[in-house]
């Protein structure tokens, strides 16, 4: 993927670029809180976001609280159209909107 940088332990980081600050801005995705880092280059983006996620995994675990989401849940507004096609094509596949919905998410990160 464009963009990510990944940690052991399956963590990822997105990577923007700070313009104002002329660097480098990671953040890690998929926390159970905020996990940030910043460097101008990728060996600092490496070695500032390992640091970052060990700080936030260290708290983590000091609070008991697992690091990860364990999975994610959002409210997905479709326009009329849209949700009456998808819910057609869903039943028509024998395949209830949520399981519809999220494999055409899969098949589109996957192509990402």
Known sequence: MKNVLDFPGGYSAVIGY???????RG?????NGGADFYA??????KREGALS????LDECAARGIEPKKAKGKFALRLDQD???????????????LNQFITEA????VARA
């Open 18 to 24: 700070d313009s104002e600050l002329e660097m480098f």
């Open 27 to 31: 953040e890690f995705v998929g926390l």
């Open 40 to 45: 101008t280059d990728l060996e600092g983006l």
């Open 53 to 56: 996620l060990k700080v936030f």
């Open 82 to 96: 849209i949700y009456r096609q998808a819910t057609i094509a869903a039943a028509a596949s024998g395949k209830s």
């Open 105 to 108: 998410v899969r098949e589109a």
